[in-house]
Structures are given as C-alpha cells and as structure tokens.
C-alpha cells in the first residue's frame, strides 16, 4: 500500500478519516513550520498560536478542498494560502465591535447543561447545537462533550477517543467555533 502523503490526502478527501488522521500525523510538523513562520510576521501579542493555526486551517478549511492534491508540495503550498487566510479571518473577528457568541461562552454554558437547575433557552440552544455538530463531526462532538460536560481532561479524552492529544485540541477548537457561528446565525 502506497503511504505517501500524496495518497494519503487524496484518500481523506474522498472521505476516509483514518487516511486523514495519518496524513495529518505525518504533515503535522511541516504545517507547524509554515505557521510559525506566518505568525513571526504577525504583530506582537497575537491572540493565535501555532497549534491553533494549523488546527483551525486544517479543520475548517483543508478538510473541505475540493481539488486534488497533486504532490506534497501542492499541498503545503495550499496549507500555507488557507493559513494566510485563516490568519485575516482571525483578524476581522477580533477587531469586530458587533456583539457575538463565542466559543468561551458555549463551553461555558456546555459545562452547566447537566446540572441539575432549570435549563435556560441559552443551555437548550447549545444542547441542540451540540446534537447537530454530531450529526456533522460525531468525534468532535464527542470530544466537546467530555471535555466540558464530563469535564475530562485533555489527556483522559484522548484515551476516552482513542486519538492524539492535538486531535482532540483541534476537534473542540473546530466543534467550539462551529458552534459559536451555527448559533450567531441563528439569533
């Protein structure tokens, strides 16, 4: 069986997340690279880290390409123009003065959707919310759920899904803001 990270991608964009979670493992530290070198150029203070860029980039963006990737380098050429963009997107959000749902307060409200006092039309909503990103990401919405209901720990999610530690950072940083928007449009 060819591994190349050529064939890899290719498989995950047809839909097979175990050659996706193997082209992620392997283009892991090569897209960490490209990310550090877009953020040196950010301004001091920037809110984004590394791990959130590729996170985010790959999630919300590379995951969805339509075009074949034709070699490695097609693909991280690609990576580097969705980061960029990721990067401007960021930057429009936080400098955005209109009122929104954030993904803070989501997690905020996930983690008191169990407790035993009534449950507001806020903590409905994001039950609701939480139901459809697992119609759409099941281990994301997983993730979400035993992180801030069960309030698990990274670590202990990780185990609980049987993936890597930065699988279940980006699944909740891509369920969270998926989340947060699916809700803001909702308003």
């Not at 996170?55 to 990576?79: D, G, K, M, N, V």
């Not at 955005?96 to 449950?119: C, F, K, Q, T, W």
Request: net charge positive; hydrophobic share 40%; aromatic share 6%.
């Amino acid at each position: 069986m060819d591994d190349s990270l050529t064939f890899l991608l290719n498989l995950a964009q047809q839909g097979d997340r175990s050659a996706e979670d193997r082209a992620i493992s392997a283009a892991y530290d090569r897209l960490r690279t490209i990310a550090r070198s877009l953020l040196r150029r950010e301004r001091r203070g920037h809110t984004m880290q590394t791990t959130d860029l590729v996170s985010e980039a790959f999630l919300q963006r590379l995951r969805r390409l339509s075009t074949p990737i034709q070699c490695r380098e097609h693909y991280y050429s690609l990576a580097a123009k969705v980061m960029r963009q990721t990067l401007i997107d960021h930057a429009r959000r936080t400098r955005a003065v209109r009122r929104h749902v954030s993904p803070e307060v989501i997690a905020d409200l996930l983690m008191r959707v169990e407790n035993y006092s009534p449950i507001t039309e806020d903590r409905m909503a994001v039950k609701q919310t939480l139901e459809a990103l697992g119609k759409i990401d099941s281990r994301a919405a997983k993730a979400i759920s035993y992180r801030f209901v069960e309030q698990l720990t990274i670590e202990e999610t990780a185990q609980r899904l049987n993936c890597p530690e930065w699988r279940i950072r980006a699944d909740c940083d891509f369920g969270l803001t998926w989340m947060a928007k699916r809700l803001e449009s909702a308003r």
